[in-house]
């Protein structure tokens, strides 16, 4: 329901940011990312796309994507969206369509799926979310095991009380500009 009300501001950003990214290098608005969802199902994550076009998928030695403030394939206009996370609103879409919640343990990328542990599949038992108790805590500040204890201890105690504390610190995190980079 939340994101059938949010649709028409999510078109206006759309357009907005749409257009911003195209002034900026011409390349295409979105970037679909192939990510792991409920039950281990994958499917496409709308992002704006922040990089250069066909920009390489670098990965730090845990698997995580490397995020650094000094990052070469990012655009101008992708700093500005990844410091205030505008360019994670097109997730919404994903709620939408039924393949993400507002609040869950963020979406790994597809390979890392056969990657889990058996205590780490629990996550895949509810749909991933656009924040998470992680991104809550920590947003990009942590290695792929410490995200995966958050996301294990988020599930673990899931209620809709735990859900408005996710929702207050993440609004707190991002307008902070907190842990945008991991060190």
Known sequence: MISTIALPFVVIVCIFVGIAIKLDDGGPIF?????????GRIFKMFKFRSMIVNAPDLRMADGSTYNASDDPRVTKVGKFLRRTSIDEIPQLLNVFLGDMALIGPRPDSAFYLEHYTPEERIILTVRPGITGWNQAINRNSVGTKEKLQADIYYVNHLCFLFDCKVILLTIKTVLSHKDVYRA
């Open 31 to 39: 970037h679909m990312a192939s990510r792991i969802g409920k039950n």
